[in-house]
């Protein structure tokens, strides 16, 4: 009786542990994302004339802000992976 509690016991925490490492994996994916399409709109901004440079720009420090954020959870979720 006490192998199968054991078990179960287990099985909880895993299933707890593979959940986090899942929410850690979209995160960074969604950050590596946003790195990209920051760098796209950096390159636009150098290729392109005035008017649209600014917001080129603009976008792109939208995207590395969004990128900086699902980092950020991306880290706590791999911090709360071992609890």
């Known amino acids: 009786m006490t192998k199968i509690i054991a078990a179960v016991a287990a099985l909880v925490l895993s299933s707890a542990a593979f959940a986090q490492v899942g929410t850690a994996v979209k995160e960074t ?3 590596v994302g946003q790195t990209a399409q ?3 709109d950096n ?8 008017p649209t440079k600014t917001i080129d720009k ?8 969004r990128a900086r954020a699902h980092y950020h959870n991306a880290k706590v979720a791999t911090k709360e992976i071992g609890k």
């Open 38 to 40: 920051q760098a796209g």
């Open 58 to 65: 603009t976008k792109a420090k939208m995207h590395k802000a």
């Open 43 to 50: 390159t636009k901004a150098v290729v392109s004339t005035e």
């Open 29 to 31: 994916a969604k950050g």
